[in-house]
C-alpha cells in the first residue's frame, strides 16, 4: 500500500512557474514509476509526466515538453513536477499516481493522491 500526498499548487500568472511535490509513504518508494495527471473542468483526465523508478527515464505529454519537468528523490519518498511558462491551458487538478509499472497509462496506476489545484490566468 502506498499513500500519496500533492502539494504546491496554487494560482499563478500566465508564464509563470510553479513546483508540484508528491510524498509518498508505505512501501519501498523506488520500487515504483511515478506519474503526475491532470483533469481541467468538463474534461477527462489526462497523462502528463512519467518518470521510472530511478529516475533513468522520462516521458511528457507534447505540449508540455520543454516546460515541465518531472523528477524524483528517492531518499526523500517525493516526487517533483517543475512546471515553467505556464499557460491558462494548464489549468487543472494535478494528480500523482504510482505504479510498479512504468507506463503513462492512467488505468494501469494503481494509486492515487487526492490532487493539488493549479489556476493559471491570463
Known amino acids: 500500500q502506498v499513500q500519496l500526498v500533492e502539494s504546491g499548487g496554487g494560482l499563478v500568472q500566465a508564464g509563470g512557474s510553479l513546483r508540484l511535490s508528491c510524498a509518498a509513504s508505505?512501501?519501498?518508494?523506488?520500487?515504483?514509476?511515478m506519474g503526475w495527471f491532470r483533469q481541467a473542468p468538463g474534461k477527462e483526465r489526462e497523462f502528463v509526466a512519467a518518470?521510472?523508478?530511478?529516475?533513468?527515464?522520462?516521458t511528457y505529454k507534447n505540449s508540455v515538453k520543454g516546460r515541465f519537468t518531472i523528477s524524483r528523490d528517492n531518499a526523500k519518498n517525493t516526487v517533483y513536477l517543475q512546471m515553467n511558462s505556464l499557460k491558462p491551458e494548464d489549468t487543472a487538478v494535478y494528480y500523482c499516481?504510482?505504479?510498479?509499472?512504468?507506463?503513462?497509462?492512467?488505468?494501469?496506476?494503481?494509486?492515487w493522491g487526492q490532487g493539488t489545484q493549479v489556476t493559471v490566468s491570463s
Open positions: 518518470i521510472s523508478w530511478s529516475g533513468g527515464s522520462t
Open positions: 508505505g512501501r519501498t518508494f523506488s520500487s515504483y514509476a
Open positions: 499516481a504510482a505504479d510498479s509499472k512504468y507506463t503513462i497509462t492512467q488505468g494501469e496506476y494503481d494509486y
